[in-house]
C-alpha cells in the first residue's frame, strides 16, 4: 500500500523482445540491419562485394587489353622506324650511282694518250653531276668569302688585321660549309678579318 493516494505504477513484464525504437515509435524487428539482404529488399554487403569484384575483373581485363594493343603499336611503330632507317638514303644512293659510274669511266678513259684537258674535262663534268645530285636532294653549300662572319654558320680558323675591309669579314674561305635542309652538317672554315 502507497502513502498519499498515488496509484501504484505498473511493472514492465520482463520479455525477449527489444523495446520500441524511439524514433520511428514501432518496435524494431530482427534482422534490419546492413546485412538483412532479401529480406528488407535491399543488397547485402556481400552482393555489393562481389558486383564491385565483378567490375575490377572487367576493369583489369581492359587495362591488360590496351597494355596489349599499346605493345603491338610500339613494335609496329619501331619495326616502321627500322625501316625507315634503313631504306633513308636508297634514293641518294641511287642518284649517287651516276656519279659513280660517269667517274669509272673516266679511270678507264684515262690511258696514255689521254690529256690533260681530257681529263680536266672528264673531272668537271663528273663534279657538275654530283653538285647536281646533292642540290636536288637538299644540300646547300655555305661559302661565306666577303660576307660579315656567322659564328652559326662559320668557324674562325684565324684572325688577320685588315685596314681594307670592315671588322669581322670573311677574307678568305678555306674549307666551304655545308646545310641540309637548313639544318648546318658542316661550318665553313674561314678567315676573319680584325682590326689593323
Do not use: W, Y
Not at 616502321?80 to 633513308?88: G, I, L, N, P, T
Amino acid at each position: 500500500m502507497q502513502e498519499n493516494g498515488a496509484s501504484p505504477r505498473p511493472e514492465r513484464a520482463h520479455t525477449d523482445e527489444p523495446a520500441p525504437s524511439p524514433d520511428s515509435g514501432e518496435p524494431s524487428a530482427a534482422g534490419t540491419g546492413p546485412e538483412a539482404g532479401p529480406a528488407t529488399g535491399e543488397p547485402s554487403v556481400q552482393d555489393d562485394l562481389a558486383t564491385a569484384q565483378e567490375e575490377l575483373a572487367r576493369h583489369r581485363d581492359a587495362m591488360l587489353r590496351m597494355q596489349a594493343e599499346m605493345e603491338n603499336l610500339r613494335k609496329r611503330l619501331q619495326r616502321e622506324v627500322d625501316k625507315s632507317r634503313k631504306f633513308a638514303l636508297e634514293r641518294i644512293m641511287k642518284d649517287l650511282l651516276q656519279v659513280r659510274d660517269s667517274m669509272e669511266r673516266g679511270l678507264e678513259m684515262a690511258d696514255a694518250s689521254a690529256t690533260v684537258e681530257s681529263l680536266i674535262e672528264g673531272e668537271e663534268l663528273t663534279l657538275k653531276m654530283l653538285v647536281k645530285v646533292m642540290e636536288e636532294h637538299g644540300l646547300e653549300v655555305v661559302d661565306p668569302a666577303g660576307e660579315p662572319f656567322d659564328p652559326e654558320l662559320h668557324e674562325a680558323m684565324t684572325v688577320i688585321p685588315s685596314k681594307d675591309v670592315a671588322e669581322n669579314t670573311v677574307l678568305e674561305v678555306l674549307q666551304k660549309g655545308f646545310k641540309l635542309h637548313d639544318r648546318l652538317i658542316r661550318p665553313a672554315r674561314v678567315i676573319v678579318s680584325g682590326k689593323a
